[in-house]
């Protein structure tokens, strides 16, 4: 993939913010950089394929943050959309998961729902 400077510039929004945003949004943010929302989506598609990022649904709209390194999963809040960051204990089960249905695991991806202890 190449990291053009628009890549560059949806890739650091995502990096600064610490909560998931959608396309919309970004696209919102980064008015005045004539950046068109079709391109905003075209970037996070590629971002997504290459597994820089990830995806979760909220309110039937998609909103993206970055993957980062360390594997672990986010509980997101329904209300004001924070992250907390959650450890991973799916891949203590996987392998075994993986011999019972003979099924060859790739990846996997998780996400919790809910309300922050603000929004509640
Ligand atoms: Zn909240
Ligand atoms: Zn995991």
Redesign the pocket.
């Known amino acids: 993939m190449r990291m053009t400077r628009q890549r560059r510039r949806i890739l650091n929004l995502l990096e600064a913010s610490e909560r998931p945003k959608s396309a919309e949004m970004i696209h919102q943010e980064l008015a005045g950089e004539s950046l068109d929302l079709s391109t905003v989506y075209r970037t996070l598609d590629t971002f997504f394929e290459e597994g820089l990022i990830s995806k979760s649904s909220l309110k039937n709209a998609s909103y993206y943050y970055l993957r980062r390194k360390e594997?672990?999963?986010y509980m997101i809040c329904l209300s004001c959309h924070k992250m907390i960051e959650i450890d991973?204990?799916?891949?203590d089960i996987e392998s075994e998961i993986a011999a019972d249905h003979h099924f060859d695991i790739s990846h996997?991806?998780?996400t919790i729902y809910g309300y922050c202890q603000d929004c509640q």
Not at 88 to 91: E, G, L, N
Request: with cysteine.
């Open positions: 594997h672990h999963h991973c204990h799916i891949s996997h991806d998780m």
